[in-house]
Every structure is written in structure tokens, then in C-alpha cells.
């Protein structure tokens, strides 16, 4: 069982099988620094080689989930660089993407609550996760454009959810949507009206995913996201040695006895409370 570093900007803990990573900057409602995602990705990463680890929650502290990319430290840009020289301001930038990347290849499931501002940043993060939970008070959009920017790096995940035809008019119009438009457009699944009616979501969802071989579930979220991005018949042959390799595996044999003779599956475990819902 890993322990966790003490971070500067976000909160990485756990209870039992489940971690919980909470962007701890509520004093500028978790507005994301380069500091930030560095600090996230790490995180991420240590989630990742957890293999005890079952479930990430994904929240914001201070009643909101992210404001995006904290415009106070893109105010003073140095001059750029000579002519064909790259400029060092890009790497830095490309990271946040990478730090997406790795959140959306999580093979455990992610779990994204979701109350106040989730825009630029904090909305590509949420499209990152599995299942989310939504707030009456969450708020998502791309307004980066009304300020002279853009989103520059959250855009793919963004899209994927959602799909490109309301993605275009969030991004021309800058428009923020309130929780139940998010609903209805597939942002979350779930909306709740208090923090614990949060907290009984989370705690069902949890429930849910423990009653599923992590090794199986972690192949259906592989051949799931592979279809945004292969052949049909690509995913198809993946999936096809995907099941063999987990009719081989001992505990999977042991999943189908235990169904059969209406046991309980190995991997099952007791169920205990993820946490407060509500840092």
C-alpha cells in the first residue's frame, strides 16, 4: 500500500481501496498552475502503480470543482524567443495534456464530483473521468476565448463526451451551462441537490465497481476507449484476446464458479464507505 506525499496544491488519501484527489487551491477556486498539474500528474502516476488501489475520486475543495488555468500566472510572458528557435512557454503548457492523457488511461475507474465552476482545465478533467457526480451548483464551459485565449489542451476530451456539434457552440459562444444542461448532454450521469445525496451516489457507485473483476473491468475500460480511436474490427480483435486472457486467469475461473454455485467472486470486498463525499 503506497503512502502519499504531502502536496502544495491538492490532497492525494485514501480509505481502503479507494484514493481521492482533491485540488486543494480553494482561495482561487482550484485555478490550475504549472505547479498544479505537475503536482497531479504525480499523483496520477502513484495511482497508476497502485495495483491495491481499486477507485479514484476526483474532486475540488472550497465548493468548487476548477476554474481552469489561473490567468494571474499568464499575465507576465516573457518576450519570445529568437526566430527559429522553439519557444520554452509550449513544453510547459503540452504537459497539462499529458497529465489528461494519463488520467483518461487510468485503467481503474475514475469517479469526477462536481460542484461550482468546472471550466477550460476543470472541464477536461472531468470529461477524463469514468462516472460523474454533478452538484445543482456545477457550471461547465470554455470561456477562455472572452479573455483572448483558448482551451488548448482539454479540447479532445472535451469533444469525446460530449460529441463535436455542441462542443463548436460552447466554444464559438463561450457560454457557461448550468448542472442539468450538463446532464442532458452527457457530462454527468448523476445530479444531486445536496452534499448527502453526493455521498449516497458515491457511496452506490463504489458498491457497484467492487462487485466486478478489476482485471476485467480494466480490459472493458482498455477496449472502450479504444474505439474513439480504432477500426472496428481492431477492437474486435482486441477484445476477442482481451477474453481469452481473463478466461485463463485462476480468478476469473473461480468469479464463474462462485456465480455458478451463487457464491461470493475473489475479488469481492467488504463494503466499506469510500469517505466524505465533502472535503
Request: charged share 20%.
Amino acid at each position: 500500500m503506497s503512502e502519499f506525499p504531502v502536496y502544495e496544491t491538492i490532497l492525494l488519501a485514501r480509505t481502503a481501496d479507494v484514493a481521492r484527489l482533491t485540488l486543494n487551491r480553494p482561495q482561487r477556486r482550484n485555478a490550475l498552475t504549472h505547479a498544479m498539474m505537475q503536482e497531479i500528474g504525480d499523483a496520477v502516476a502513484r495511482v497508476a502503480a497502485d495495483a491495491s488501489i481499486r477507485v479514484l475520486v476526483l474532486r475540488g475543495s472550497g465548493g468548487a470543482f476548477s476554474a481552469g488555468g489561473d490567468i494571474s500566472a499568464m499575465t507576465a510572458m516573457p518576450p519570445p524567443p529568437p526566430d527559429g528557435q522553439a519557444d520554452p512557454l509550449v513544453a510547459p503548457y503540452r504537459l497539462f495534456g499529458d497529465v489528461l492523457l494519463a488520467l483518461n488511461a487510468l485503467t481503474i475507474p475514475v469517479i469526477a464530483i462536481v460542484e461550482g465552476p468546472a471550466v477550460g482545465g476543470g472541464f477536461g478533467m472531468a470529461c477524463c473521468a469514468d462516472v460523474v457526480i454533478l452538484l445543482q451548483s456545477a457550471r461547465f464551459g470554455i470561456p477562455e476565448p472572452r479573455t483572448g485565449f483558448i482551451p488548448s489542451q482539454v479540447l479532445p476530451f472535451i469533444a469525446r463526451r460530449i460529441g463535436e456539434g455542441p462542443l463548436r457552440e460552447l466554444a464559438v459562444t463561450g457560454r457557461v451551462i448550468d448542472a442539468q444542461e450538463a446532464l442532458a448532454l452527457g457530462i454527468g450521469r448523476h445530479l444531486c441537490q445536496t452534499h448527502d445525496q453526493v455521498n449516497a451516489t458515491l457511496h452506490a457507485v463504489i458498491a457497484d465497481i467492487r462487485r466486478n473483476s478489476p482485471a476485467a473491468l480494466a480490459a472493458v475500460k482498455r477496449l472502450v476507449m479504444a474505439c474513439a480511436a480504432r477500426t472496428d474490427a481492431e477492437v474486435l480483435d482486441a477484445a476477442a484476446v482481451e477474453l481469452v486472457a481473463l478466461l485463463r486467469r485462476p480468478d476469473t475461473q473461480a468469479g464463474m464458479q462462485a456465480f455458478l454455485s451463487k457464491q461470493t467472486p475473489p475479488w469481492a470486498v467488504a463494503d466499506v464507505p469510500p469517505g466524505d463525499g465533502r472535503e
